[in-house]
């Protein structure tokens, strides 16, 4: 059974940085792109960030670029979510997915963890 479990979700000031964390199990880690995405209260869910199998590769929408940074550590099955300058407009559920090939992607995700709350405030 595939199990994605993050953490690391929180309330903080406009400014400033949070870390995500995301611990698969269940599936050969290494093997496989991961992915980041959020939903806002009222919105749908968005592509945030993806990390191909070794950390080669990665995408990043637009809103986050410059200020996010997907990373993993295969050692330990984690991948990361790097959060600084962050701005009320992130406030969202963040959710890690695993994807079906060793590629990074906006798409092709077939696991999903349950997600952490990141409440920025003004």
């Known amino acids: 059974q595939v199990r994605l479990v993050e953490s690391g979700g929180g309330v903080v000031q406009a400014g400033g940085s949070l870390r995500l964390s995301c611990a698969v199990s269940g599936r050969p880690f290494r093997s496989y792109g991961m992915g980041w995405f959020r939903q806002a209260p009222g919105k749908e869910r968005e592509f945030v960030a993806s990390i191909n199998w070794n950390g080669g590769s990665t995408y990043y929408a637009d809103s986050v670029k410059g200020r996010f940074t997907i990373s993993r550590d295969n050692a330990k099955n984690t991948v990361y979510l790097q959060m600084n300058s962050l701005k009320p407009e992130d406030t969202a559920v963040y959710y890690c997915?695993?994807?079906?090939?060793?590629?990074?992607?906006?798409?092709?995700?077939?696991?999903w963890g349950q997600g952490t709350q990141v409440t920025v405030s003004s």
């Open positions: 997915a695993i994807r079906g090939g060793s590629g990074a992607g906006t798409s092709g995700y077939d696991f």
